[in-house]
């Protein structure tokens, strides 16, 4: 299937809260399920969540996690393989390479090669932004506001996160597109309500050729986006493959699911930057409970090929 790729710039223009279930964790991972559900938060209409669902599932629409970016330098995950350096023993440098967990995409082959500063790239990388603890208020009126604490990211001028995504047909670019502008509005991840998550979107031509990457190591496809394989596919996909899991909960964004706010079921999938011998296909799966209708997961992946 030939597919155009996009890619898309998300410059925040206000703080984000990219949590793991506590209102007080900070994070500044945007993960590809997050990103797939506000695009069907954003149409509101049954038949659209539908035919992104076909999309997704088809292979015709595929997405990145959010990957940072700090100014022209375009950053992807750690691989989930290891490195050998010519300084095997040196304990510093093993702490050094254990707190990167993203690398620029021009050092794959170096990082691969074990010719890396992991020192000089992680004081880089804190140039994409900081932590803050902020406190919020709830309450019918300011005399019954109870504050609260709530964790969130700012991202630097100049820095932020892109999405990689892929296009069967002009038509699916231009509602992914029309979609995102709308989150862009609305907000992404938590606490919109409060102004967190705005952000503009600047869009650039990105090459299918750019996904392989020459670095002289023995061949793996890396997934830059959380995914999980279907049943079938998981045996083979598992075979010589190096990887994390990440735990994927959270409470269902719908009014007409049930009367009162209900979980998701538990879902467990492969973090990006796990590697993998052979690639698989992956899905979007239903992870809905008791609830009125379905409840989709985006976990198909999208692949980087390393050889």
């Known amino acids: 299937m030939a597919m155009e790729y996009r890619i898309y710039k998300l410059g925040f ?22 990103i797939f559900s506000a695009l069907c938060q954003e149409t509101a209409a049954d038949d659209e969540i539908e035919r992104l669902v076909k ?22 995950p750690k691989p989930a393989v290891r490195v050998q350096t010519e300084q095997e023993g040196n304990s510093a440098l093993k702490k ?6 993203y690398i620029p995409w021009d050092k794959l082959a ?20 900081q932590p803050e603890m902020r406190t919020l208020a709830a309450g019918r009126n300011k005399a019954e ?24 047909a002009a038509e699916i670019k231009q509602q992914f597109e029309q979609l995102l502008q709308g989150v862009a509005i609305s907000g992404i991840g938590g606490k919109r309500s409060a102004g967190l ?24 496809y890396m997934n830059l986006s959380v995914a999980m394989a279907v049943e079938p596919e998981l045996a083979e996909a598992l075979q010589g493959a190096s990887y994390t899991l990440v735990k994927r909960s959270g409470f269902v964004a719908s009014a007409t699911y049930a009367p009162e706010n209900r979980r998701k079921r538990d879902f467990y999938a492969f973090q990006s930057g796990s590697c993998f011998k052979r690639p698989f296909a992956g899905d ?3 992870v809905a409970g008791n609830g009125r209708h379905k409840v989709y997961r985006y976990a198909k992946p999208l692949f980087l090929e390393v050889r």
């Open 197 to 220: 998550g705005k952000f503009k979107v600047k869009a650039a031509d990105f090459a299918a050729e750019e996904l392989n990457v020459k670095a002289g190591v023995e061949p793996f």
């Open 96 to 101: 050094h390479f254990k707190k990167l967990k």
């Open 145 to 168: 506001a109870e504050p609260f604490f709530v964790g969130t990211y700012r991202f630097h001028k100049g820095s932020g996160l892109y999405i990689i995504a892929g296009f069967a």
């Open 55 to 76: 999309w997704a599932k088809a292979g015709e629409l595929l997405l990145s996690d959010g990957l940072p970016f700090v100014r022209e330098t375009l950053y992807i």
């Open 284 to 286: 979007v799966f239903d």
């Open 110 to 129: 170096a990082y691969l090669q074990g010719e890396i500063d992991p020192a000089a790239e992680n004081q880089r990388f804190r140039q994409l932004g």
């Open 13 to 34: 223009s206000t703080a984000v809260h990219f949590g793991s279930g506590s209102l007080t964790d900070i994070g500044n991972q945007l993960l590809a399920d997050t």
